[in-house]
């Protein structure tokens, strides 16, 4: 098994990314890459990035996070991380990441942000 896995879904609307294993500095170029790729061309991209089975991120995990949340957010997009695992989101909560971040719980709660109203 790879240490990182990432699975792309389009669903309703917005894209679904699963990542499972690790992002360490080893990994972080590929989650650069396929986030990239995942949102080129589109105009407001609206991603869920579901960590329910991501164990460990180093800080080059965090600066992707970041600034992936901010350049989807500058396109007029939204970038929402959901079922973040424990150990993952103590390292979001002390790098202050949470205050920046929109985290829900689950992917249901993800997709009704991208919703009409």
Same mark, same amino acid.
């Given at each position: ?5 990432i699975t792309c ?32 061309g589109q105009a407001a991209p ?7 089975? %991501? &164990?460990?991120?180093?800080? =080059?995990?965090?600066?992707? $996070? /970041? ?35 929109? %985290? &829900?719980?689950?992917?249901? =709660?993800?997709?009704?942000? $991208? /919703?009409?109203?």
């Amino acid at each position: 098994m790879a240490l990182l896995e990432i699975t792309c879904t389009s669903a309703a609307g917005y894209l679904h990314i699963l990542l499972r294993g690790h992002i360490t500095s080893a990994t972080a170029p590929q989650l650069e890459q396929t986030l990239a790729a995942a949102i080129a061309g589109q105009a407001a991209p609206q991603c869920v990035l579901d960590l329910g089975d %991501l &164990v460990y991120t180093s800080s =080059a995990g965090l600066r992707i $996070f /970041l600034t992936f949340a901010k350049r989807m957010k500058n396109a007029g997009g939204q970038l929402v991380f959901c079922a973040v695992q424990p150990a993952v989101h103590k390292v979001l909560e002390v790098s202050g990441f949470t205050q920046i971040l929109t %985290l &829900v719980p689950d992917v249901t =709660a993800a997709r009704d942000l $991208f /919703l009409p109203r």
